[in-house]
C-alpha cells in the first residue's frame, strides 16, 4: 500500500474531521501546480475500508472513492489548476489513527492555530482516547497534549476569539496562573490585544490581595470578632492589603474587646466605643476613606504600568536594540537637552540588575561600566537603552498628585516623555495606562 498511485481528483473527499479548517490562501500555490504539477503526494484511506480490503484480498481492482487524510491544501489547489489526477499513497487505518495522523501533521509543519490543536485534541478524547494514548499515537510529549487538554477548559467562542485576535499558547499558560475561573475568563476577553498583559498583572496582584486579606482575617479571628458594620464601634485603624503582611496583634488583645469589618482590600479594626466617643463624630469621614481607597489603587494601578515599562525595556533583544539606535539616540538627545535625565544609587542598581549583576550602593559609575564593558556581552545600544530608561523612570512616577484628596490628575512630562521612547520603540499602552495619561480615569472622578 506504500506505491504512488494516482488517482482522479474528483475521487477524493477532505476529511470532515480534518484539525486544519482554514486553508488559507490557494492562489500562489494553484498557480504553482498548473506549472509544475503536484510534487508530493497525497495520503488517502478508502471510504469503504471493509469492501477495499476485500478487493486487495481477491487482486480485484477498488472502484470507490477516498478520504484525505495528509494533503488537503494540496487537493484544493489541484481541483483549483483543474488536474485530472494527482499521486497518492493509500493507507488502512481507523478513524482514531486518521484523526492522529492529521494532528501530528499539521502540528509538525504548524498549520493548525492552537484552537484548532486543542479541538483536535477533543476529538481523539470524545472517541476515547487517554491522553497517553494519544501522546503515543501522534508522537508528542505528553507535557504537549496536557497542555492543549487546558485550552479546553475555556468557552470554545471566547476561546476562537482570542486565537484569532492573535492571542498565543504563551499566553494561555500566563492566563492557567490565575486560580479564580471568573476572573481567568476576564482576562482572556483581553488575549491578544494590547491590555492583555495590564489586565493579566492586575488580576495576578488581585489573587494575590485576595490570598493576603484572607491570611490576615485569620490572625484577626484569633483575638477579635467580625461584624457587619463599624457603627455604635471605636474605628481603631484601618489595616490596608499593602500592611497586613506585617501587622501584628495588639499587645492588650486580651483585656480589649476587638472587632473587624472586612473593606475588600483592607479590615477596620474597633473596639467598644466609650459615652464620650459616642457623642463624639468620628473622625474619618466615608468621603475620606473612599478617597483613601482610590488613592490606593492609583498607586497599585500605576506600580503595574511600572512593571510592564520595566519588562518591556528588560525583554528588548540586543538586535532589536541595534535596530532602533537611531530612536534610542535621539531620545537620549532629548533627554540631555531637557535636563530630564537624573541618575541615583536606585536607579543604577536597577540598570546592572537588568545584566543580572549585582554591585555595592557605593560603587563609581565609570568602575562600574568598565567591568559590564569587559565581562558582560552587552550591546552599547541596548546599554544606552536601558540608560536612559532608568535614569527617567521609576514606580514613583505617577499621573496623579500623591498627597492630593480627592485623587486628582497631574501632567508628568517625564513620564510622559519615557512613554513616548517606548512605544517609539513598540510598547503598546494599555487602555488603563492611556487613561491615566489623560486623566479620564475613573479614579479621578470626585466622590
Known amino acids: 500500500m506504500n ?11 477532505p476529511h470532515i474531521n480534518n484539525p486544519r479548517k482554514d486553508l488559507g490562501d490557494l492562489s500562489e500555490f494553484t ?19 471493509a469492501e477495499f480490503r476485500k478487493m486487495r484480498t481477491s487482486k480485484r481492482k477498488y472502484n470507490g472513492d477516498y478520504i484525505i487524510i495528509i494533503g488537503h491544501r494540496r487537493h484544493a489547489a489541484a481541483k483549483l489548476a483543474e488536474l485530472d489526477k494527482i499521486p497518492c499513497i493509500i493507507a488502512d487505518m481507523d478513524e482514531k489513527t ?13 498549520d493548525l492555530t492552537i484552537y484548532e490543536q486543542a479541538q483536535g485534541v477533543q476529538l481523539l478524547l470524545d472517541m476515547g482516547e487517554s491522553q497517553a494514548a494519544i501522546a503515543k499515537k501522534t508522537g508528542f510529549s505528553k507535557s504537549t497534549i496536557s497542555k492543549r487538554m487546558k485550552l479546553l477548559q475555556y468557552n470554545p467562542d471566547d476561546f476562537k476569539g482570542a486565537t484569532e485576535r492573535g492571542a498565543t499558547l504563551e499566553d494561555f499558560e500566563q492566563l492557567d496562573k490565575i486560580k479564580d475561573k471568573t ?35 485569620e490572625k484577626l479571628l484569633t483575638f477579635a470578632k467580625e461584624i457587619k ?32 469589618v472586612d473593606g475588600g482590600n483592607h479590615v477596620k479594626l474597633c473596639t467598644d466605643k466609650t459615652e464620650e466617643e459616642k457623642a463624639a463624630k468620628a473622625d474619618n469621614t466615608a468621603k475620606n476613606n473612599a478617597d483613601e481607597e482610590r488613592l490606593q489603587k492609583l498607586k497599585n494601578l500605576s506600580n503595574q504600568a511600572y512593571e510592564l515599562r520595566c519588562d518591556f525595556v528588560k525583554n528588548i533583544s540586543d ?30 542598581k536597577s540598570l546592572f540588575g537588568i545584566f543580572g549583576i549585582e554591585f555595592d550602593v557605593d560603587v563609581d559609575n565609570d568602575t562600574a561600566f568598565e567591568i559590564i564593558e569587559k565581562s558582560y556581552k552587552v550591546s552599547y545600544e541596548k ?14 512616577n505617577y499621573f496623579y498628585e500623591l498627597l492630593h484628596k480627592p485623587p486628582e490628575h497631574k501632567f508628568n512630562e517625564t513620564l510622559d516623555f519615557v512613554y513616548s521612547f517606548l512605544t517609539a520603540l513598540g510598547y503598546e499602552m494599555s487602555d488603563e495606562e492611556k487613561a491615566l495619561q489623560s486623566g479620564v480615569h475613573g479614579l479621578f472622578e470626585s466622590v
Request: glycine share 2%; proline share 1%; aromatic share 10%.
Open 98 to 110: 486518521q484523526l492522529a495522523t492529521m494532528l501530528l501533521e499539521n502540528m509538525q509543519r504548524s
Open 183 to 217: 476572573i481567568r475568563e476576564s482576562v482572556l476577553e483581553h488575549a491578544g490585544t494590547n491590555n492583555f498583559n495590564f489586565k493579566l498583572r492586575n488580576a495576578l496582584d488581585k489573587e494575590k490581595e485576595l490570598e493576603t486579606m484572607r491570611k490576615l482575617k
Open 319 to 348: 538586535k532589536t536594540a541595534k535596530s532602533k539606535a537611531g530612536v534610542i539616540v535621539k531620545f537620549a538627545a532629548e533627554s540631555v537637552i531637557s535636563s530630564l535625565l537624573y541618575f541615583n544609587d536606585v536607579d543604577l
Open 3 to 13: 506505491e504512488i498511485i494516482y488517482l482522479e481528483t474528483s475521487r477524493l473527499t
Open 383 to 396: 546599554l544606552l537603552l536601558v540608560s536612559i530608561f532608568f535614569s527617567l523612570d521609576n514606580n514613583l
Open 229 to 260: 458594620s463599624t457603627n455604635g464601634y471605636n474605628n481603631f485603624s484601618n489595616i490596608w492589603v499593602y500592611t497586613a503582611e506585617s501587622y501584628t496583634i495588639p499587645d492588650d488583645a486580651e483585656t480589649v474587646n476587638y472587632y473587624f
Open 31 to 49: 498557480e504553482s501546480v498548473k506549472a509544475n504539477g503536484i510534487l508530493q503526494n497525497l495520503t488517502v484511506v478508502p471510504t469503504d475500508i
